[in-house]
Nanobody, 123 residues
Framework: QVQLVESGGGSVQAGGSLRLSCVWSTYTYSGYCMGWFRQVPGKEREGVAV???????TVADSVKGRFAISKDTAKNTLYLQMNSLKPEDTAMYYC?????????????????WGQGTQVTVSS
């Protein structure tokens, strides 16, 4: 069982930055794919960025060049650095993880989810 707890959301003006954090707890960390997803009410959940157990990352085109995903296994923490934020980045952001084969932006494989942290970008 993996528990995920996000933090770092908030309100920011367009062009600003935020860093989201996700602390995970599990008996062992091995082979997990971890990622950030976001969802706006009434719309499908969107994959933002994922990082595999070998540190390979995949970032959605919509945020490429502005967002970066990273993890610190010593601190059991996953990060999402968000720069040059736009109003369309406004959403609830979720941390997720799974230990199956592959690591991509589709949300179907992810077994573990955090409670979410709200990001609001004003123009």
């Amino acid at each position: 069982q993996v528990q995920l707890v996000e933090s770092g959301g908030g309100s920011v003006q367009a062009g600003g930055s935020l860093r989201l954090s996700c602390v995970w707890s599990t008996y062992t960390y091995s082979g997990y794919c971890m990622g950030w997803f976001r969802q706006v009410p009434g719309k499908e959940r969107e994959g933002v960025a994922v990082v595999d157990h070998d540190d390979t990352t995949t970032v959605a085109d919509s945020v490429k060049g502005r967002f970066a995903i990273s993890k610190d296994t010593a601190k059991n923490t996953l990060y999402l650095q968000m720069n040059s934020l736009k109003p369309e980045d406004t959403a609830m952001y979720y941390c997720a993880a799974h230990s199956h084969w592959g690591c991509d932006l589709g949300d179907a494989a992810y077994d573990y989810w955090g409670q979410g942290t709200q990001v609001t970008v004003s123009s």
